[in-house]
């Protein structure tokens, strides 16, 4: 995506149209998809260095680098961003899990690496929320 974004729009259906993530003014550098990447991040980290304090919303130079760092062992290309080809790697990690579904959305896990968390999606909008493992609450995908 080129330039920052209109508007917040959400997460949806399988991610890989996401707006960007970045630490430059060109991209969404704040807000509850930050948190969601955050999260997978935070599930993903083999080292186990990685707290849930981590989970702060804002896409600094700390994020960028632990995102260089997904971005290598998932061997996909290193830029420090979150574009559609990371947004699609880590989608492929979602896996349905009926334990999260309630009336109006299907339930699913992040199955990272050392973690997981669940997420949801909205059946009528494709819109995802996620239990954010900082606050234990589901949270939604705005910026």
Same mark, same amino acid.
């Given at each position: 995506?080129?330039?920052?974004?209109?508007?917040? /729009?959400?997460?949806?259906?399988?991610?890989?149209?996401?707006?960007?993530?970045?630490?430059?003014?060109?991209? &969404?550098?704040?807000?509850?998809?930050?948190?969601?990447?955050?999260?997978?991040?935070?599930?993903? /980290?083999?080292? #186990?260095? &990685? @707290?849930?304090?981590?989970?702060? +919303?804002?896409?600094?130079?700390?994020?960028?680098?632990?995102?260089? *760092?997904?971005? /290598?062992?998932?061997?996909? +290309?290193?830029? #420090?961003? &979150?574009?559609?080809?990371?947004?699609?790697?880590? $989608?492929?990690?979602?896996?349905?899990?009926? #334990?999260?579904?309630?009336?109006?959305? *299907? @339930?699913?896990? $992040?199955?990272?690496?050392?973690?997981?968390?669940?997420?949801?999606?909205?059946?009528?909008?494709? &819109?995802?929320?996620?239990?954010?493992?900082?606050? #234990?609450?589901? *949270? @939604? *995908?705005?910026?």
């Amino acid at each position: 995506m080129i330039g920052a974004p209109a508007k917040a /729009d959400p997460a949806a259906n399988s991610w890989s149209d996401n707006h960007q993530l970045c630490n430059s003014s060109s991209c &969404v550098r704040a807000g509850n998809i930050v948190r969601l990447w955050q999260a997978i991040i935070w599930a993903d /980290d083999l080292s #186990g260095s &990685v @707290g849930t304090s981590f989970i702060d +919303g804002e896409f600094g130079s700390n994020t960028a680098a632990k995102t260089r *760092t997904w971005q /290598d062992v998932m061997n996909i +290309g290193i830029d #420090g961003s &979150v574009g559609p080809q990371t947004w699609g790697k880590a $989608y492929g990690a979602v896996n349905r899990n009926t #334990g999260f579904d309630t009336s109006t959305q *299907t @339930g699913y896990f $992040y199955y990272g690496y050392n973690r997981t968390f669940g997420l949801r999606k909205q059946n009528s909008n494709g &819109v995802w929320t996620f239990l954010n493992p900082r606050t #234990g609450s589901w *949270t @939604g *995908t705005s910026h």
